[in-house]
């Protein structure tokens, strides 16, 4: 009884690549690990610096296709989403046959908001609140009152300013300036293979919240990217769970992949059939530059960081689970995990961001340092430097 319950609420069965089985079976029993001992370093001009910010958005995120909802978030053909977090408002459509598309969501008559909220809603059509016209979910206008009020316009030239977008592992991701067309970023199908494996597209959105954050999208993401903080600022909460050791890190192109074995796990347990290797592994996911994906036993953890000033962030956190809950057990099994989520990453991660930036905008702390626990960070500062470096001339980096 208590097995059918569980297999119910666990992600789905993992047939996982080559290369995530490989970074499981690299991983050391806690007792031979090695920490690595490597140092890194940051100006802090990076994370404090207007025209630094400024420069992450021109030359990055707006000249890559980042990500704005996980795909089972808008699930079926006809339904559309608004996506304000960027500051750029934007929709998203799943048209009629089941490709995403995306668009400036501003109607081509007098520029109103076309569609209002952050919910995905199913219409089949977008009809502007103000006068009415109607766009198709492939953005062409399909509806004008009183047309003949409007005897030059055509309608075929009137369709909504398209935006670059992709689906791929499981993720919606757009290009959002309009006058680019972004490409994806290389190896980004090798992530998308990681993440199919993973089952990512399939899942469900049990949970989503929005947090609104006084700090630098990059303090935000540090956390994420090392599990040094893990005993340490988590040692009231998640802490019993980890070991400081071992964990696998991969580079996928200017993605990243952290591998580690949980406080349970010893290679031993690979010898034989296991359950739900999430139990014992989990993975996490840079997803460049800007969004994590973490796995956990029973649902998966999507979290898009949404840059809106040198020291504001908006995040978009999304708790997917194999499905709706379908029985008590799991309905208060998912509950507690959101609110454990909450709990950790709202009160504890997103804290220390906070408290970074709190801290240093008053100046007096030139850098900041990264130690062996801390490896991939220094890897992640590097590929956003690669596309800022070319902007930016020789000596301001401060
Ligand atoms: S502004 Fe949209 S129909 Fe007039
Ligand atoms: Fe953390």
Excluded at 3 to 23: D, K, R, V
Excluded at 369 to 388: A, C, K, Q, T, V
């Amino acid at each position: 009884m208590t097995n059918q319950n569980e297999t119910a609420i666990e992600p789905a069965p993992l047939g996982l690549t080559e290369s995530q089985w490989e970074a499981i079976r690299a991983l050391k029993p806690h007792s031979e690990a090695e920490i690595p001992t490597r140092e890194d370093k940051q100006p802090t001009s990076i994370y404090l610096s207007d025209e630094h910010f400024d420069l992450e958005i021109q030359q990055l995120f707006k000249r890559v296709p980042v990500v704005v909802a996980p795909s089972c978030y808008l699930p079926e053909p006809g339904m559309s989403l608004p996506v304000d977090g960027y500051g750029v408002p934007m929709v998203v459509t799943r048209d009629s046959k089941g490709e995403i598309r995306a668009f400036l969501n501003a109607c081509r008559h007098r520029g109103s908001k076309l569609v209002e909220g952050s919910e995905p809603v199913k219409s089949g059509r977008l009809s502007c609140p103000y006068h009415a016209w109607t766009y198709a979910m492939d953005g062409k206008l399909v509806g004008l009152p009183r047309a003949e009020t409007f005897p030059s316009i055509k309608k075929c030239d009137m369709g909504l300013v398209p935006l670059q977008a992709y689906e791929a592992g499981g993720l919606i991701w757009v290009g959002m300036d309009h006058s680019q067309q972004p490409a994806m970023l290389d190896a980004s199908d090798q992530l998308g293979a990681d993440l199919d494996a993973l089952g990512l597209k399939n899942m469900h959105v049990y949970g989503r919240r929005q947090y609104d954050l006084k700090a630098n999208w990059k303090f935000v993401m540090e956390p994420f990217l090392e599990a040094y903080h893990i005993q340490r600022l988590h040692a009231n909460s998640i802490a019993s769970m980890f070991v400081d050791v071992p964990s696998v890190y991969r580079r996928i192109g200017h993605h990243q992949c952290q591998t580690s074995g949980k406080a349970n796990f010893d290679p031993e347990i690979l010898k034989g059939p296991v359950d739900n290797l999430h139990k014992y592994v989990t993975h996490a996911y840079l997803v460049f530059p800007n969004t994590v994906v973490i796995t956990s036993p029973y649902y998966f953890s999507v979290m898009i960081l949404m840059p809106r000033a040198k020291d504001r962030t908006i995040v978009e956190y999304y708790m997917l689970t194999r499905g709706p809950a379908e029985s008590a057990k799991a309905e208060d099994l998912f509950r507690r995990s959101f609110e454990l989520i909450h709990d950790v990453f709202g009160g504890e991660d997103f804290r220390a961001a906070e408290l970074q930036q709190a801290a240093m905008c008053a100046g007096g702390i030139d850098e900041v340092y990264f130690g062996g626990m801390e490896e991939m960070i220094g890897p992640f500062h590097r590929s956003i430097e690669s596309f800022l470096g070319q902007a930016r001339g020789p000596g301001a980096h401060g």
